[in-house]
């Protein structure tokens, strides 16, 4: 009998799940209930998006309130999650399989998607609760023990347990991997190697890469929240800035091409002409999947960081974290998707994920794969810093606060596996964990937004009459 190749085997069963979790009631929930908390606070992305960056920094801080991190590093911490490789790669994915349509559609699950933060991050604040240590922690699984009555607490389990699984650093040790091994290695004749074992193949120049970045990260994550909330504040910015002004560059020097480019992000959003046959759900589901990848809006790793935020007001939270996806697919999500377009590298069938951003940072700019590669590597290492809090706060839930730190051998462990399995099998696992863990986010803030909907109109009464908040 032929030995079952088992990365073969996981690939399709990774698949067949991401195929069957992402339907179209999880693509109602996701979207219809942005759309429900958008309607239903009244567009308050819009309407106090001025007074959430007040908040940001930090005009309405009390030292006296209870938290691990002030807010600007809670959002830090979150945007060093989702600022990453699902802005380099994951928009170069969306592209490859939907077209220049999917960027428009993921510009709409943004939108929805800050509305849904509000609510998702007022409420981490407002139901926190004690773990088996007595610390105060933030995350929709307290928000679903605190805040909704004993029958649904199965929700929080279901959270968790996907949780620990959907934010392994998998996707970003793979295409960080990735970036080393087109960048680095095989220009400088350091090419592949590969062992073939009997039940799979293991590339040995991706491995050592992958003990290499499980060594840096171990380094920094078994610091705690406070450290990662430190070096991701230090860092974020820093990236940002760098990514921008290289992505900028790329699009100046080819600026007659991106009213075409934006024209075809119109166009192919309603026409689906592109790819797949003019399949306009498929297009929508594509850029929901990205969209959720990139600003996790609705998927509740956002309430944890934000949960641990130094405020005794929950709509402080709320607001500073619905400018979360603004940053990241308003604005470095297009920046990416520009520079991809007007190079037209993702119409390359040979190139796949991260591989399609370096052949556009490589036409335009001198020395572009070496940028991207810095651009990368600083994305990536502090995305691998932030997941680890995330997954450590839902294993801590279900087995003890005193034993959370066990996660983190897990989480170090699967760096490795990220940077040798494939990219088709690590994106299907990573979609299908990130859409189970938003069925208990989405339902539990449905049911709890009207205590939003009380708290936001107390806290703005109480600024139009002149009062501290």
């Known amino acids: 009998m032929k030995p079952v190749d088992i990365g073969l085997f996981l690939e399709q069963l990774f698949k067949d799940y991401s195929s069957f979790i992402w339907g179209t ?52 911490t979150h945007l060093a999650a989702t600022v990453g490789m699902g802005n ?58 605190e805040g909704l009555k004993k029958h649904w607490h199965w929700l929080a389990v279901l959270f968790c347990v996907t949780g620990m699984i959907g934010v392994l650093p998998i996707f970003q040790a793979n295409q960080l991997t990735q970036v080393f091994h087109d960048v680095l290695l095989v220009p400088n004749g350091l090419g592949d190697h590969v062992l073939d074992f009997t039940f799979f193949k293991l590339n040995t120049t991706d491995f050592i890469t992958g003990l290499l970045l499980t060594a840096l990260v171990a380094s920094v994550i078994f610091g705690g929240i406070a450290r990662i909330g430190e070096v991701a504040g230090k860092l974020v910015p820093f990236m940002v800035i760098i990514y921008f002004l290289s992505v900028l560059t790329i699009i100046l020097i080819n600026v007659t091409e991106v009213p075409q480019m934006i024209s075809n992000i119109f166009v192919d959003a309603f026409t689906a002409n592109a790819v797949l046959g ?14 959720a990848f990139s600003n996790e809006a609705g998927i509740g790793t956002a309430p944890m960081a934000h949960g641990a935020a130094k405020t005794n007001q929950p709509i402080h939270e709320g607001l500073v974290a619905m400018l979360g996806p603004a940053i990241d697919t308003i604005v470095v999500c297009t920046l990416t998707a520009l520079a991809i377009l007007i190079t037209g590298t993702w119409n390359n069938p040979d190139a796949e994920g991260v591989s399609i951003t370096i052949n556009a940072f490589n036409s335009s700019l001198p020395f572009g794969g070496y940028i991207l590669t810095l651009c990368a590597a600083t994305f990536a290492i502090t995305s691998l810093f932030s997941l680890s809090y995330y997954g450590e706060k839902c294993y801590g839930f279900l087995f003890g606060a005193h034993r959370k730190h066990h996660y983190r051998f897990l989480y170090v462990f699967s760096i490795i596996l990220g940077s040798v399995a494939s990219l088709d099998a690590i994106i299907n696992l990573i979609d299908g964990m990130y ?28 600024l139009k009459n002149g009062e501290k908040s």
């Open 25 to 76: 009631p999880l693509l109602i929930l996701l979207m219809g209930g942005g759309i429900f908390f958008s309607l239903y606070s009244r567009l308050v992305q819009f309407r106090y998006f001025r007074h959430a960056i007040n908040v940001l920094r930090g005009k309405y801080d009390n030292p006296e309130d209870k938290g691990e991190i002030n807010h600007y590093q809670a959002l830090s």
């Open 88 to 145: 380099i790669s994951g928009v170069a994915v969306a592209i490859a399989t939907g077209g220049p349509g999917a960027i428009f559609w993921m510009w709409i699950s943004a939108f929805i998607g800050m509305a849904t933060k509000f609510y998702t991050c007022t409420l981490a604040i407002e139901y926190r609760g004690l773990d088996s240590n007595g610390q105060l922690q933030g995350g929709p699984m307290y928000v679903i023990r």
């Open 435 to 462: 859409a189970t863990m938003a069925i208990p986010t989405v339902i539990s803030t449905l049911i709890l937004a009207p205590k939003v909907n009380k708290l936001a109109k107390n806290y703005f009464s109480s």
């Open 278 to 291: 003019g399949a306009l759900g498929q297009i929508i589901l594509i850029a929901s999947k990205r969209a």
